[in-house]
Nanobody, 121 residues
Framework: QVQLVESGGGLVQAGGSLRLSCAASGSIFSISTMGWYRQTPGNQRDLVALITGGGGTYYADSVKGRFAISRDNAKNTVSLQMNTLKPEDTAVYYC???????????????WGQGTPVTVSS
């Protein structure tokens, strides 16, 4: 059993910052790509940023230069530092990780429960 637990969401004024964290736990053999997605009501879940096992990163154009993703492989965590937040960043943010478990060495997608971020104007 694998769990992803997010923390750090909340309410912030435009121009402010928030840091999201996600911790993976359970019967983990290895974690490859980790990432953050976001979703607003009635819309699909969109990729915000991801980081590979080797540290390579990708950002959606809308967050480049404002958000930074990082991971701690020893702790099985991934974080998203969000700066210069805008009202359009308001969404529920989901952590995602490709995890191979001790019993199934083939990576599968796992998701956190989501953490809401609200940016007021």
């Amino acid at each position: 059993q694998v769990q992803l637990v997010e923390s750090g969401g909340g309410l912030v004024q435009a121009g402010g910052s928030l840091r999201l964290s996600c911790a993976a736990s359970g019967s983990i053999f290895s974690i490859s790509t980790m990432g953050w997605y976001r979703q607003t009501p009635g819309n699909q879940r969109d990729l915000v940023a991801l980081i590979t096992g080797g540290g390579g990163t990708y950002y959606a154009d809308s967050v480049k230069g404002r958000f930074a993703i990082s991971r701690d492989n020893a702790k099985n965590t991934v974080s998203l530092q969000m700066n210069t937040l805008k009202p359009e960043d308001t969404a529920v943010y989901y952590c995602n990780a490709q995890i191979a478990t001790m019993t199934s060495r083939r990576p599968n997608d796992y998701w956190g429960q989501g953490t809401p971020v609200t940016v007021s104007s």
